[in-house]
Structure formats: structure tokens, C-alpha cells
């Protein structure tokens, strides 16, 4: 099989190294706007060459879209426009909803697959790409039932020789249970930052102490703008909903401490404790 | 030395466990009210026996107290009642400010050194211990001027010894510092647990998705209430402060993803990345 990648960062990089790594593609066609990141990604053997996206097409069994959510759905398009039968297209991005809705009456739909692969760092870029990123993750795949079946074969194929455990939703379903999953936690991460980095500029010291706690909590905060802007906004009123009600969470926690209510306070912690369960 | 460690779970445990491997106390005295903590903690090595607080102290040349901070500054007290010019206390707890002041005035205020090494995990009790725990981990001492030299030297002799980086600090601008870079990380991850098993209630499968970026941020609300409801309520101005400019920032972004601010949600991941130079 010969793969074309558009987006050669953390995601199409790592899914780059794990086809290699498996041997589902023979050759990786790369697609990368900034020749620095090209010259990178291909210094780090992420591609075997880098082609122009349209031109690229034709030469593909597999297109893979791993760039920033908000260009996917134009490219997902643009695709499936000189896509024939035997190709199949398919993207890895962390929004659903915007994007089947585009393809959806496309002439062509069958030959698409919306793909979610649960791994992600706060890393981004070619070097930010893993050997075995998404082994053991739940990849989540939409809308399967506007897709042909031999091109969702081929999907499936490739995540169960990642070893990623296969769920199928709707998009809409998708893009709320990512909100309170994924895209909540990269908002407290960054508002904590901001909030300790408004508080440094009077107290100098104040990350003397940054210990593993903070570090963990914090570690989001590192994520890019360019990755995160986009899904932010491509799945508003999700993530509005759930960080209305994170805030909301957040204001009775300091109601109960500023009542010296511990017995709330102890009753809330326990209840918050039961997270264990779905934390490995 | 005799060490005599009140309360065996996750920090006392540890430290029993570093003394012993570091060959710092050839005997060490272990205080649980509880018999079945005790147990455990005895099965689990991490005391060669239990005593009453009250009796083991004439016994010890180093008292060291790990319990819940609100009942820290009593157990000083009598501890410091009982001591001689040859005994040292030393408390590891998260909060210093109300301690120190309720010692500030004893007799024997020279023998108390009040320590926080800045370690932690989300688990409590004897078995939530763990070997190395505090190696290369800051160590913040506050008031060193109102202890004895020999009460600090033996302290700071420990904490080398483990490795762990001293830093001094009055107890006021310690109980700021840690509000920042731990307190509040911990109020955040117990929010977004509520926030989401709020959801969950409705939302069954929600959690199927939770990957590694939700870990993390949400790790620390397994922490145990019996600890942490004494440190938010006995940092509670500190902790208050910081808990109204996090609301802030993330009212600020609520506005901004509200609006498809995409610049201005740029500039503030932007600003956020730089955390990234605290954090290694």
C-alpha cells in the first residue's frame, strides 16, 4: 500500500512511523507546506518523499488528513474529488461534527472514513512524533455506515494491527464526549498556567516549588495554539456547555472553603474520588 | 538516631522508608491511632514498632510529624512539651503558617525545624509509600532562624542526604507558594472529576474515550479528602486568591471561545506555553 500524509506533526508523524513500523505501507508519501517541517520530517524518515497534495492523490492507495481540524474538511473534499473506487480517505482529527456534515453528500462519501485515534501530547511538530503512539488507545471511528465497506475494512485493518480498540458514534456523539474527555482538559491547563505566570511577575519565586502535582495538571498548557485554536472553536457550544458547568463546579468548591465547609468539601472529594474507576 | 514518625501513610511511610534506606535511623518508632493502618504499616516494614505519641517521645532523638496539617500544630505542642535540649520535631506538612505560629512562642521553639518536602501522589495510606520518594524533590525549611543550630543542621543532614534541594522561606511566603503550585492544581482536578461524572450521568459511555491528556489533569482527584480538606481550609485566603484568578482566566477564555476569538485565544495559549520553562 502507498500512503500520502498530509500533515507530517505529532499525529500524521507518529501514524507515519506506525504503518512503517507494521508494515501496512511500502512507501509514505508526505505533504507538508513549510519546507522547514518537509526537511524535518524527512530528516526523521517520517516520509519517503514529499509530494504537492492534489498531485499526490493520484499516486495513493490511502490518504491520510492529520492536519489542523479547521483545514480537514476542505482537504477531505478536495480528496474525495480525485478519488477513484479503489482509494480510500480518511482523517485522524479530534473534531467530527463540521466535517461529516461537509462530506456528506459528497458524490464520492463511500470512499471516506472519519477516524479518532485517543492519543495525543502536549507536543506537536516531527520530532513530537512516537514509535507505538496508539497502541492500546480506543480509535473512534464515525459514520461508518456512509462509508463503503471494503474502505472501512482498510481502516479497521490498520487500528487493529495497532492494537487500538475500535468504537463506532455518531459525530455528534463524538464531539461531546471529546469536549468533557479531551478538549475541557487542555482549558484548565492553560487557564492555570495563566493564572500562575499572572501571579510570577509579583512573586519571583513562586516555581521554585512546581512539584509533580502542578506538573501534571499544568503539562497541557504546552499544547500549540495552532492545534488547539481551531478545535476549541470547531466544537464551541460543547466545549462552552462543559466549562460552564467546570466553572460552576469550580464556584462551589470555594463557597464550601470560603464557609469552612469541610463537611461538603469531604462529601465533594469523595464523590470526585470515584474517578479512580475509569482511571487505569 | 531513633527516628519516631507520627502517621505512616503515603509521606510518613516514605520517609521511614528513605531513613531506613539511606541508613539515617538504625531504629524507627512508628504512631497510629487506627490498628489496622498500623498493621499494614508494620507488615510493610515501615516501622520496627508502634508507640502512643505521648510515651515514644522520650524514646526518639527525632520526632517527625506526617499527619493531616490540622492536626499538626497540637501534636507540635506536646511534642515540644516533652522534648529535651537533645530531641528534635520536625513536621512535613503542606501548610505553615498557622504552625509556626502556634510554636512561635514555646519554651523549646529551638527544637522544632518545620520542613515541607514537595512530594506527593494521589494515594494515601501505609501502601501508597514508596522507596526514593523525595530524591531530588525541593525541601522548603521556613523559620530556620528561631531553631537551634543543631536542630537545623541534623534536618538539612537528612534532607541532603535524600537529595533534596533546600530552599528557606518565611512560612507566610511558603503557604502562598504552595497554594500555586499545588493547592490549586488539586481543586482543579477534583472540579473537572465532578464536571464530568456529572455528565456521565447522562452520558453513559463518556469515559470509554478518556485518554491520556484527561489523566493526567484529572489524577489528582483521587486524592484522599482526610488530607486535603485540612490544607484547603487552613490555606483558605491563599487558596481563594488563586481559585478567583483561575475562575478569571477561565471566564476570559469562555468570552474569547464565546466570541471565535481566535486571536485572542492565540496570544493566551501562547502566553500559557511558557510554563514550559518552569516544567522540565
Chains 1, 2 share one sequence.
Not at 526523521?44 to 491520510?64: K, S, T, Y
Not at 478538549?183 to 519565586?205: C, D, M, P, Q, W
Request: negative net charge.
Amino acid at each position: 500500500m502507498i500512503a500520502m500524509i498530509a500533515g507530517l506533526g505529532l499525529i500524521g508523524g507518529s501514524f507515519a512511523l506506525a504503518l512503517r513500523d507494521r508494515a501496512l505501507a511500502e512507501e509514505i508519501l508526505g505533504v507538508e507546506k513549510s519546507p522547514e517541517i518537509a526537511e524535518e520530517a524527512m530528516r526523521l524518515g517520517l516520509a519517503d518523499r514529499i509530494v504537492e497534495f492534489e498531485e499526490g492523490i493520484a499516486e495513493a492507495d490511502l490518504v491520510v488528513l492529520a492536519t489542523p481540524v479547521d483545514t480537514i474538511p476542505i482537504m477531505a473534499v478536495k480528496a474525495l474529488n480525485r478519488a477513484t473506487d479503489r482509494q480510500v480517505v480518511m482523517d485522524m482529527g479530534s473534531i467530527k461534527g463540521e466535517l461529516c456534515e461537509v462530506v456528506s453528500m459528497h458524490a464520492r462519501r463511500g470512499r471516506f472514513v472519519a477516524a479518532h485515534p485517543m492519543w495525543g501530547t502536549e507536543y506537536s511538530g516531527p520530532k513530537a512524533a512516537q514509535r507505538g503512539a496508539f497502541s492500546g488507545r480506543i480509535t473512534v471511528l464515525c459514520d461508518t455506515e456512509r462509508s463503503d465497506a471494503d474502505a472501512v475494512a482498510l481502516v479497521e485493518r490498520i487500528f487493529r494491527t495497532l492494537e487500538c480498540p475500535l468504537v463506532y458514534m455518531d459525530p455528534e456523539e463524538h464531539d461531546l464526549h471529546a469536549a468533557y474527555v479531551s478538549h475541557i482538559s487542555h482549558v484548565t491547563s492553560f487557564a492555570l498556567a495563566l493564572t500562575v505566570l499572572e501571579k510570577e511577575r509579583e512573586e519571583r519565586h513562586i516555581f521554585d516549588l512546581a512539584g509533580g502535582g502542578f506538573e501534571s495538571t499544568v503539562r497541557l498548557a504546552k499544547s500549540a495554539a495552532g492545534t488547539w485554536v481551531p478545535i476549541l472553536l470547531r466544537n464551541k457550544y460543547n466545549v462552552l456547555d462543559v466549562l460552564r458547568e467546570h466553572i460552576h463546579q469550580l464556584q462551589i468548591m470555594r463557597r464550601m472553603i470560603e464557609r469552612d465547609d469541610a463537611e461538603g468539601l469531604t462529601e465533594a472529594m469523595q464523590r470526585a474520588n470515584s474517578i479512580q474507576r475509569i482511571l487505569r
